[in-house]
């Protein structure tokens, strides 16, 4: 019985070594890959990155290593990149190379590689080319998307009005109203505002986002790890899978629906038209339009073209609120070009530098998706004398991008002289990216910069904000930030014009 027992022992720590082997050999399997910290196996890298700061901890390895280094996130080997030299590089001039999507560890569960977002390879192509061509006729449509951006905001004043000047969190007044945008384009109507369906989905929203950005989502749950390590140990990376799968199921019914009442001569949404060409490629084999990628694409545009709107317009406010006279310069702007009485239009954009330049610098401050969402080379990459190997998942750090002191002389401050030149005139800036860039870049980029301008100039032209603090005391920092940068709660007034 001794005998078997110390047998066993000898052959779980034979197994367990060869197992230790073959991780290691995986973690430096390839080329000369960038620098980095020596990993250990299995955890790689993990204990020199602090899970609720990876972005501050990547930067840390930056002025150690460079603008371009490898980290292990467990097994998982990424090359992280920093600045705008570096991305630019990557995501533009090696624009194909770099073109694959990456694992995005909180959501692969969900979606496995399925839906627009997170597809790769001729999945990918095919969905990106119908989504963006649907999109655009959609926006040039019979109502044009300024059209129901002008109608919504309409109705967001409308809400506005209701609270009287007192104070209250605009968190679920800005995404239902942003919401709906996207609401009609995808399915085809809008919401009313109280439609329970419809606030219980935007809270699921809302908290998938949030915990996409918590620590347990940063911690690996790829294909190198046995599915015990995801599907089994308890944490809070089974509520994102459940609250992702409820919004699956809810789109799935909307499906079902659109399916009942098809008119294939006359489309009313993204899910008719991508129904009418399930049907014509039906008997297509290579083809990617199937149920699965409609429910997932869908649910893509759904999520991107509520959340990453609102948190800007929520951030947004606190920064005016924090710098009341640049929010006084706003109005100054919007008096003299728009008037108090007109609805503001996309053209105005144009003679507006001022407001256009504070619009830029809110979505640079506010950095929603600092991590960038992850890709991956699809071939091996010859980039900057290093060898990346096929499939090596890589980190575009659009913090980084927009905080790059070569091109934003104070980066850490907000001001929105980084976006005008000395005569007051609205000035690009190369390193404003966002919406990423290359052939990844967001699909609903111009559908974004014509809500946010719309909104802001809507709102300001007939409210004031008022905070509860005095400005100084108004604290910008995230709620959360990992993948995303969450805006902080809070709560306003509103003072009528």
């Known amino acids: 019985m001794e005998l078997g027992g110390a047998v066993t022992i000898f052959l779980a720590l034979c197994l367990s070594c060869l197992l230790l ?51 292990y996130l467990g097994p998982r080997r990424v090359v992280v990149l920093c600045g705008h030299e570096a991305v630019k590089e990557a995501l533009v001039d090696h624009a194909e190379e770099f073109s694959g999507r990456g694992e995005l560890a909180s959501i692969d569960r969900n979606f496995k590689g399925f839906g627009v977002a997170l597809a790769n390879g001729e999945r990918w192509r095919q969905l990106r080319r119908f989504s963006l061509t649907t999109l655009r006729n959609f926006g040039m449509g019979k109502r044009s998307i300024e059209e129901r951006i002008q109608e919504e905001a309409q109705y967001l004043l409308e809400e506005f009005r209701k609270t009287r000047g007192l104070p209250f969190d605009p968190i679920f007044f800005l995404s239902r109203t942003v919401s709906n945008v996207i609401s009609a384009v995808v399915f085809g109507s809008r919401f009313d505002y109280e439609d329970k369906t419809f606030l219980s989905l935007l809270r699921m929203i809302n908290e998938s986002f949030v915990e996409m950005s918590t620590p347990w989502a940063q911690v690996p749950q790829g294909k190198e790890f046995p599915p015990v390590t995801k599907d089994y140990l308890p944490g809070r990376h089974h509520r994102i899978y459940h609250l992702i799968e409820d919004l699956k199921a809810f789109i799935a019914e909307r499906v079902k629906i659109n399916q009942a009442s098809l008119d294939t001569s006359a489309p009313r949404d993204f899910i ?34 509520t959340e ?132 990844r870049v967001c699909l609903g980029e111009a559908m974004a910069r014509m809500e946010l ?23 910008i920092s995230p709620k959360v930030s990992g993948f995303g940068n969450v805006p902080p709660t809070y709560e306003m007034c509103l003072v009528p014009r």
């Open 21 to 71: 082997l073959s991780v290691w050999k995986k973690m430096h399997k390839g080329g000369k890959l960038p620098p980095g910290p020596t990993p250990l196996p299995f955890l790689g890298n993990l204990l020199q990155l602090k899970t609720d700061e990876t972005f501050k901890s990547f930067m840390a390895l930056r002025d150690k290593y460079g603008p371009v280094f490898t980290v």
């Open 272 to 305: 008719d038209c991508f129904l009418i060409q399930m049907e014509k490629e039906k008997k297509n084999p290579n083809s990617e339009f199937n149920t699965k990628n409609l429910v997932l694409t869908t649910l893509n545009l759904f999520f991107a073209g």
């Open 453 to 475: 301008f719309l909104y802001f100039t809507t709102i300001l032209q007939s409210f004031s904000l008022k905070p509860l603090l005095p400005p100084k005391d108004i604290d």
């Open 308 to 439: 990453t709107v609102s948190s800007t317009l929520r951030y947004g406010f606190l920064f005016l609120m924090k710098y009341p006279e640049v929010e006084e310069k706003v109005h100054q702007e919007i008096d003299h070009i728009i008037g108090r009485n007109r609805i503001p239009a996309s053209e105005d954009r144009m003679k507006m530098p001022y407001t256009d330049a504070v619009i830029h610098e809110i979505q640079r401050v506010t950095d929603i998706v600092p991590m960038g969402v992850p890709h991956t080379v699809i071939r091996d990459t010859q980039f900057r004398g290093y060898t990346l190997p096929k499939g090596t998942n890589v980190f575009p750090l659009l913090g980084s991008v927009l905080r790059d002191t070569k091109y934003f002389s104070h980066p850490e401050e907000f001001n929105p002289g980084h976006f005008l030149d000395e005569n007051g005139r609205f000035k690009k800036n190369d390193a404003f990216v966002p919406f990423s860039s290359g052939k």
